[in-house]
Antibody
Framework: EVQLVESGGGLVQPGRSLRLSCEVS????????MHWVRQAPGKGLEWVSGITWNGGSTVYADSVKGRVTVSRDNAKNFLYLEMNSLRDEDTALYYC??????????????WGQGTLVSVS | QSALTQLRSVSGSPGQSVTFSCTGSSRNIGGYDYISWYQKHPGKAPKLIIY???KRPSGVPARFSGSRSGNTASLTISGLQAEDEADYYC???????????FGGGTKLIV
C-alpha cells in the first residue's frame, strides 16, 4: 500500500523558516518524481513545487520561488520542503504527492494527508 | 487568479449527469495532454480521478470521464451519487513556466 506521511508543520512567526518532511512507503521512491501542493484555509489547491526522481530538476510556483527549496533523500525515502522567509499567505495545509513517472508526468496519483503550517 | 478558470459551483440530482469545465489557453489546456482532475472531500486528501485528458486510474468508476475541446477541458460525471458531492479541481501543465497549475475548483452539490 502506497503511503505518504507529512510532518514538520506548526505555528511559526513571519520571516522564520520551517522544513517539511514527507516519508513514503509502498512504492519504489526513486522511480518517481514528487510534488508539494498546498491549500490555504477556505481556498483551493495550489501547486508549490516538484522534483524529478534523482533531484536533477526542481520546479517552483512563482509564489514561492526564491524562498523555498525542494529536495529528496532516496536512500531514506524522504521528500523535503525547506521554507524560508515565511509570510502570512504561506499559511496552509501542505500535501506531498507522487507523480506518475520519474521525470514529471504532471499528475499526482497518490497524496499524503497533509501537514498544517500556520504563519502568525 | 488561476490560469485555469472553473465555475464556482454546479448542482445536480442523483442519477443525473453533470459536466465541469476548465478553461485555459494554448499554453496549457490547449497545448498539452497533461490534464488531470481531482476530487476533494472536506478534510480528506485529493484523489486523482482523470489524467492525460481522459484516462481513469484503476478503481475510478467509468461514470467519470474527461475530454477536451480547444482550450477547455471537461469532466463529466454520469449517474450522480450522493457521495460525489465534493470539490473538483482541474490541473494542467503550463509551458510558460514549466510547472503545473490547478484551477480554482468547482463545488458539486448533489
Amino acid at each position: 500500500e502506497v503511503q505518504l506521511v507529512e510532518s514538520g508543520g506548526g505555528l511559526v512567526q513571519p520571516g522564520r523558516s520551517l522544513r517539511l518532511s514527507c516519508e513514503v512507503s509502498g512504492f519504489t521512491f526513486d522511480d518517481y518524481a514528487m510534488h508539494w501542493v498546498r491549500q490555504a484555509p477556505g481556498k483551493g489547491l495550489e501547486w508549490v513545487s516538484g522534483i524529478t526522481w534523482n533531484g536533477g530538476s526542481t520546479v517552483y510556483a512563482d509564489s514561492v520561488k526564491g524562498r523555498v527549496t525542494v529536495s529528496r533523500d532516496n536512500a531514506k525515502n524522504f521528500l523535503y520542503l525547506e521554507m524560508n522567509s515565511l509570510r502570512d499567505e504561506d499559511t496552509a495545509l501542505y500535501y506531498c504527492g507522487k507523480d506518475g513517472g520519474p521525470n514529471f508526468d504532471w499528475l499526482i496519483d497518490n497524496w499524503g494527508q497533509g501537514t498544517l503550517v500556520s504563519v502568525s | 487568479q488561476s490560469a485555469l478558470t472553473q465555475l464556482r459551483s454546479v448542482s445536480g440530482s442523483p442519477g443525473q449527469s453533470v459536466t465541469f469545465s476548465c478553461t485555459g489557453s494554448s499554453r496549457n489546456i490547449g497545448g498539452y495532454d497533461y490534464i488531470s482532475w481531482y476530487q476533494k472531500h472536506p478534510g480528506k486528501a485529493p484523489k486523482l480521478i482523470i489524467y492525460d485528458v481522459n484516462k481513469r486510474p484503476s478503481g475510478v468508476p467509468a461514470r467519470f470521464s474527461g475530454s477536451r475541446s480547444g482550450n477547455t477541458a471537461s469532466l463529466t460525471i454520469s449517474g450522480l451519487q450522493a457521495e460525489d458531492e465534493a470539490d473538483y479541481y482541474c490541473c494542467s501543465y503550463v509551458d510558460t513556466h514549466r510547472f503545473m497549475v490547478f484551477g480554482g475548483g468547482t463545488k458539486l452539490i448533489v
